[in-house]
């Protein structure tokens, strides 16, 4: 039995989903992206307990990792490392744009899109994106992209691309094509859900110390001076 708690701060509306061999016991999500972190321990303690088991019942705990949110991925990721540590269980990390991918694989497939293509609002016109196959292999690296009309041309000329996520909502107005498809991004705690079984069952897990953020560009503070 692999209890694993899975958590997603990278987005607007975050959740934490405890999954017990990959199947989801309970979700619970927040849609007040500026209070992920008040809201993020609490609800870690209301969904272990409402299902009846215990923090040291967790035998692993599984996060994405970015691109996304700054704040959003530094909140879960340190969250998800303190509790590794002081439970000693493994951390496992997934890629944002990856599980994003993979959490719409099956209207991709109901769609006859041939690629999937998750964006991220990353201000002004600018995008975190990549692009996989229906199969989930990478066509694209993530990247951080500025969109324009003429953006994955090459890839839309031959075949149907599925959109999601929230970058969407830009792209929409720039692109006019029967060979686009928009679809609302689920929940990614319940699909990590699914990801973090493999991985643990794989023994595919990160380094508490060394893992950090994968935010795609810099990012930038403001100093008094």
């Known amino acids: 039995m692999a209890l694993i708690l899975n958590m ?4 607007e509306t975050a959740s934490i989903c405890l999954s017990q061999d990959g199947t ?27 299902v009846g088991y215990a923090m040291k019942d967790l035998q692993a705990i599984a996060v994405t990792i970015g691109p996304g949110s700054y704040t959003g ?17 493994p951390l496992i990390t997934v890629n944002t744009l990856e599980l994003m991918a ?3 694989q099956n209207q991709a497939i109901e769609f006859s899109a041939s690629l999937i293509c998750p ?11 990549a692009l996989y196959t229906k199969e989930m292999k990478e066509l694209m690296a993530p990247v951080a992209m500025t969109l ?24 929409r107005e720039l692109i006019s094509n029967p060979k686009v498809i928009f679809t609302e991004t689920p929940l990614l ?7 973090s079984r493999n991985k643990y069952l794989t023994l595919e897990f990160t380094d508490l110390i060394y893992s950090e953020p994968v935010y795609l560009k810099e990012f930038y503070t403001h100093e008094k001076k």
């Open 24 to 50: 989801a016991l309970l979700t619970v999500q927040s849609e007040d992206q500026k209070n992920h972190a008040a809201w993020l321990h609490v609800a870690i303690e209301r969904i272990i307990h409402e």
């Open 73 to 89: 991925l530094r909140v879960g990721l340190a969250a998800a490392k303190g509790l590794c540590y002081a439970l000693h269980i």
């Open 119 to 129: 964006m991220i609002d990353a201000r002004r016109m600018e995008v975190f994106t």
């Open 148 to 171: 324009n009309k003429n953006s994955f041309e090459d890839y839309l000329f031959k075949q149907n691309i599925l959109f999601t996520g929230t970058g969407t909502r830009k792209w």
């Open 8 to 11: 997603d701060c990278s987005m």
């Open 102 to 104: 993979f959490a719409v």
């Open 189 to 195: 705690a319940p699909s990590l859900a699914i990801v």
